[in-house]
């Protein structure tokens, strides 16, 4: 959920200290015991984790799968009820989030002055989701599908921010937190922060519980694609408040060895939907799926639902895709009759089953085929994206151009980077670096996308040669 600062700089160290301080004094602990004092300590650690992308909780001791390891009371919970007053700021025409979001911008202009000021001002700069992707970010997508996800999010967000903008008035918010960039860093802050209580739709924030890192719901904590489908499954997993405590309760969702990083699984998601909600991606993400242009006859043919039609993260057609394409497959007047082997998920015929196969590999060939860019381009580009991360100058920048790609080039245009070779030793702009981020997020996701294409076709293409193989045997010996 966050990007790091432990452990670099003593100055930094000590507004932790501060904060850990302030959080105890709210009764948040890490300690089964209720009246202990302390807020970390017992079973938790604020650290740094490089490869997460930033700090994170660590656990201070083993822990067993079930422990309780953090305990935030209501009082210390954010929510629109303890930052706004509903009764004296009607406004029915807007969304719990929506009022939420202006109540965050309200209580950050309060500045020192706020109670929660020790928490709000560790909160992230910046957020990379969906909704603060430009024009050249959008078009790195490459996929239609996630470029209309973009663009989608980023309609839904301007929309928003004009209809609260009467509230905000009201409220009298100071002019840099009217903007749109203001609304787009507190609503980015509900999205991907809060938890779900039972009493606000909008959720809370939830200080030093909000530090843990995700965990996507193993392969085995999942059902049937009917109950991956259940929006009552996509909810948090190991986490919950607890009436009976009156607090947020948070518990270890496996086994612990002391210094691991603790993490929690917010819910299933495939990758867009992590970078639209929360601004990041996993490389290994159990839940990612691909969808695939289908033809009308396909879709019309059998009575899955078109959420249901995907390839699986490890290149597999999912339980309903293979089902909807066997039947699309047999001619219409045999497939009433064997409906019933298809829905339940049994290969309706050696042909029928090669036919589908050689389908979907020639589907996903013409969408690869099509992309503007490889697998193997994008690979090199993300090396090339690391390199001009660890460039602190745009004369270091600039040393690099002249063998650089296409894409790199309209990068620096896209951020009037162009004078980069001219021996202006400047710093990258944060606004630059902070593009950059949005790119290589971008690169990353379709490049993800495109090998989960390419690992559909080699399965698809093993399971052609296996029942090619068993084809020409089964000729043999009827042949004798």
Not at 398 to 426: C, H, M, P, T, Y
Request: glycine share 6%; charged share 25%.
């Amino acid at each position: 959920m966050d990007g790091g600062f432990v452990g670099r700089k003593s100055e930094m160290e000590e507004e932790v200290e501060s904060f850990v301080k302030w959080a105890a004094e709210l009764g948040i602990s890490d300690s089964p015991d209720a009246k202990t004092h302390s807020c970390l300590g017992h079973s938790l650690s604020l650290s740094y984790f490089p490869e997460a992308g930033g700090r994170g909780l660590a656990a201070l001791r083993d822990l067993r799968k079930g422990d309780l390891i953090l305990r935030v009371p209501k009082s210390a919970l954010i929510t629109t009820e303890t930052l706004f007053n509903k009764d004296q700021h009607a406004h029915p025409s807007l969304s719990s989030t929506q009022i939420f979001t202006v109540c965050l911008l309200y209580e950050m202009g309060k500045g020192k002055s706020s109670w929660w000021y020790p928490y709000l001002m560790h909160l992230p700069h910046t957020y990379h989701v969906l909704a603060t992707f430009r024009e050249f970010d959008k078009k790195a997508l490459q996929l239609d599908d996630a470029i209309w996800a973009a663009q989608k999010a980023i309609s839904k967000a301007k929309s928003e921010w004009k209809e609260a903008k009467q509230l905000m008035e009201q409220l009298q918010l100071k002019p840099q937190l009217l903007t749109f960039r203001s609304w787009l860093w507190a609503s980015a802050t509900i999205s991907s922060r809060t938890l779900h209580i039972p009493w606000d739709e909008a959720g809370c924030l939830c200080p030093v519980g909000d530090l843990f890192n995700y965990a996507a719901p193993g392969e085995e904590t999942l059902g049937s694609d009917e109950e991956q489908f259940d929006p009552h499954f996509q909810r948090l997993t190991d986490a919950g408040f607890d009436e009976a405590v009156a607090a947020y309760c948070f518990y270890a969702r496996q086994d612990y060895k002391k210094g691991q990083q603790v993490l929690l699984c917010y819910g299933t998601y495939t990758n867009l939907e992590l970078l639209e909600h929360y601004g990041f991606l996993l490389n290994e993400n159990p839940n990612d799926k691909v969808f695939i242009p289908l033809e009308p006859e396909i879709y019309s043919s059998s009575s899955w639902p078109k959420e249901l039609l995907y390839i699986h993260q490890n290149g597999k057609p999912s339980f309903s895709l293979l089902s909807a394409l066997r039947l699309w497959a047999t001619p219409p007047n045999k497939r009433r009759s064997v409906g019933h082997l298809a829905y339940s998920g049994s290969q309706l015929s050696v042909d029928n089953e090669i036919l589908v196969m050689k389908w979907t590999t020639k589907k996903c060939n013409a969408i690869l085929t099509n992309l503007p860019t490889s697998i193997e381009d994008d690979s090199s580009l993300l090396t090339s994206i690391n390199e001009i991360q660890d460039f602190h100058t745009l004369l270091e920048l600039g040393k690099v151009l002249s063998s650089s790609r296409d894409e790199i080039w309209a990068f620096i245009k896209a951020n009037n980077l162009q004078n980069v070779e001219s021996g202006n030793n400047l710093l990258l702009s944060r606004k630059a670096r902070w593009s950059m981020d949005r790119w290589k997020l971008a690169v990353q996701w379709r490049l993800r996308y495109k090998k989960i294409l390419l690992d559909c076709i080699s399965y698809c293409s093993e399971i052609v040669d296996s029942l090619s193989r068993k084809n020409i045997y089964s000729l043999r010996i009827e042949r004798g």
